[in-house]
């Protein structure tokens, strides 16, 4: 039998705890309030997000970062964390906002909630000159190493069912495993097979086709509109004074695509 009191100290506990989360719809209060913004980038995708060789993050969204923070007259706190938790540390509250090269896609709108897209992120097939590959249905049969919870390791599971994909938590090690032998066909960013290839691989890799183009966008929790109404209205403002694709251009070396600018609504404003 359960003691009274123990049980009483757990609820009591338990009530403490939701006492600390902000209330659902009232996060942008308490940003303001707060007078901080804490946004989570993985820094593991350039020229997105990547860190220097003297450990600084850097990259179009940490400065995209910076500058909603500005607008927002808040604080940058900047979360550091894998890219397999850019879902869960929405989830659970340990960030306000994750800006880090964060595709759309039904199975992540389920989860949490997204802004209108920023940019896009074409996924691209990679493999040695060799290989002859034209679409995903050519990779059946094949081993293909991927990035773990990537949106493009979905779209692989669902459109080429039949290849034995390997995925790996971190883009590093996706690399690394490229040069060990552990996979022939690479799934992931240009950025990333370019960068395997500086490593020297026995075997370049060579891009054969585009996968998908993703739209990314801000993720944010869910049950937050006056926030989402907020970075909805900003993300379309500075896609239409050019602000963003000023940063775009810097780390990504050419404009974004004319699809994800906007058609802003007349006398619209930020909140």
Not at 44 to 60: D, R
Not at 190 to 195: D, G, H, L, Q, Y
Not at 198 to 217: C, G, N, S, W, Y
Request: glycine share 6%; aromatic share 6%.
């Amino acid at each position: 039998m359960h003691c009274p009191h123990i049980i009483f100290s757990i609820v009591l506990s338990c009530l403490s705890l939701l006492n600390t989360l902000p209330a659902r719809g009232e996060l942008l209060a308490d940003i303001r309030s707060s007078g901080r913004v804490r946004i989570a980038i993985a820094g593991e995708v350039p020229p997105f997000n990547f860190h220097t060789a003297q450990g600084k993050l850097t990259g179009s969204d940490p400065e995209t970062a910076a500058l909603l923070a500005q607008d927002l007259g808040a604080r940058l706190e900047l979360v550091s964390i894998g890219n397999a938790e850019r879902i869960s540390v929405l989830q659970e509250r340990r960030a306000d906002l994750v800006l880090s090269a964060l595709s759309i896609t039904p199975e992540r709108e389920r989860l949490i909630a997204f802004s209108v897209p920023y940019a896009t992120i074409a996924v691209v097939i990679a493999a040695p000159a060799k290989m002859h590959l034209s679409s995903v249905l050519d990779l059946n049969g094949k081993t293909v190493g991927a990035l773990a919870a990537s949106s493009n390791l979905a779209h692989l599971r669902s459109n080429a069912p039949g290849a034995r994909i390997i995925e790996y938590p971190e883009n590093d090690r996706l690399a690394e495993a490229y040069l060990a032998g552990d996979f022939d066909i690479m799934s992931a960013p240009a950025s990333i097979v370019e960068k395997t290839n500086t490593l020297k691989p026995r075997q370049p890799l060579q891009v054969h086709f585009t996968q998908m183009e993703f739209d990314i966008a801000i993720g944010l929790p869910k049950g937050e509109k006056p926030l989402r109404d907020w970075v909805n209205a900003w993300v379309v403002s500075r896609l239409q004074d050019g602000s963003l694709d000023t940063v775009y251009r810097k780390y990504h070396g050419h404009a974004l695509p004319a699809s994800i600018v906007p058609v802003r609504p007349k006398g619209k404003t930020l909140p």
